[in-house]
């Protein structure tokens, strides 16, 4: 049976954190944006104080073990406030998939339990590199296994924590001669070097940083999944990855959306508020419309990955769409602001740049339409 209702549970576990992201986060969101290269971690201490850094980490290694529909919930909340700290968030949840997924026993015991509890902790999945991130056949950051050691080196680029994380989770060429064969490997922050940290258009407290993986030997305990078997892996973490990035995407034309809703009733021009003309309110909406459908995409799209159906493509027509839609409604957002929102200390503006990530990170929406037409 399908059903548009929030659980009892649910609906009390999203209204705390959108308390908390109203609260605590929404009002310091333009300092955020202008906190590029000096890193706050007050924001994350405010996550950990709750668990909510990774809470796709299972109960068993102290996470909150949470469904992937109600985390797409608590993402938007936390977009709403401050789209670069939900990437923070979700660039943490990519780089723990792969040992969720793939990782033993023993290393889910040893390396999970980094990032819970009330620790603030973040951290990095590093699959981009300088010659390009949408044809990932071309990993040039190699592990070569030679006496029983793994010994890594490559560059890694637009790593969201990259310079705060507390690991880095790597995806590595692990046989050059044979196609996609890959390997995801865990390298702690003390072993890699921080090439630079990018001044990036929007998102701009999530950290995003190059990195140099140099000559990195690591003993087989760090390696996850079969050797030369990560490419499954791979798509599987970045199918996932995606629903959550298409949450952020619903959080941000949210935010923007509810912004306008009210400048638009509170402002007056010929005697009138703005949204008694139609060419005002007809564009609101178009917008609520928009990102109500998306939202239901991220969701149908979280219920299949819960229900561990296939969720390829509904993932990819989230991300698409909702990409589409944040740009979209954020763009709109201005034009009916106005001057104001031109100015790069508004929040609409920040609102604007923010979008503009969507249609790039967790893959372009060519990939998406390459993904979803390769299962048409
Ligand atoms: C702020 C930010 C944060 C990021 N965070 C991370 C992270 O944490 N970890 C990580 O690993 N990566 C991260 N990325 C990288 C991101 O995933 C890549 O930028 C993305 O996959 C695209 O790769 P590219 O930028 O190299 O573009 P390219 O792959 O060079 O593509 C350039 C253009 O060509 C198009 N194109 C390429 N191939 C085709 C094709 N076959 N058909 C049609 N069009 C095509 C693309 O759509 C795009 O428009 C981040 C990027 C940004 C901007």
Known sequence: MISFQMSKEQRKQVSLVRQLAQ???????LEMDQAQGDFNWHYIDVLAKHNLIAPIIPLE????????????????????????????????????????????????EKFLPLLTGKQAALASFALTEPQGGSD????????????????????????????????????ANSNPAAKRAFQFFFVSSDQIKVNLVRNTMGI??????????????????????????????????????????????VGIARAAYQLVLQYA???????????????????????????DAARLM?????????????FTQASSMAKMY?????????????????????DTNHIANVYFRDAKVCSIVGGTNNIQKMIISSLL
């Not at 609260?23 to 969101?29: D, T, Y």
């Not at 950051?141 to 310079?163: C, H, M, P, Q, S």
């Not at 999944?225 to 990855?241: K, N, Q, V």
């Not at 509170?266 to 609520?288: C, Y």
């Open 298 to 310: 991220v969701w149908r799209a979280c219920d299949l990955i819960d229900k561990e159906e296939d």
């Open 322 to 342: 909702a990409s589409e839609v944040a740009q979209h409604v954020t763009a709109g957002a201005i034009d009916i602001i106005g001057a104001a929102a031109y």
């Open 136 to 171: 990932i056949e071309i990993l040039q950051t190699t592990a070569d296994f030679r006496e029983n050691v793994f010994l890594l080196n490559g560059v890694k680029d637009y790593v969201i924590n990259g310079a705060v994380a507390k690991f880095v989770t790597v995806c």
């Open 23 to 29: 609260e605590e986060i929404a009002p310091l969101a």
């Open 204 to 249: 701009k407290y999530a950290n995003t940083a190059q990195i140099a993986i140099d000559n990195v030997k690591l003993d087989k305990q760090y390696a996850i999944g079969e050797r030369d078997s990560g490419y499954l892996l791979l798509t599987h973490t970045l199918d996932i990855g995606r629903t959550l990035i298409a949450a952020i995407e």
């Open 61 to 108: 290694y102290g996470g909150r073990g949470l469904d992937c529909l109600t985390i797409a919930m608590f993402i938007e909340e936390i977009a709403v406030a401050c789209a670069g700290l939900a990437a923070a968030m979700v660039g943490t949840m990519h780089a723990v998939l792969p040992i969720i997924i793939g990782g033993t026993e023993e290393q889910k």
């Open 265 to 291: 009733r509170e402002r007056q021009q010929f005697g009138r508020p703005i949204f008694s003309n139609q060419g005002v309110s007809f564009p609101l909406a178009a917008m609520a419309t928009s990102i």
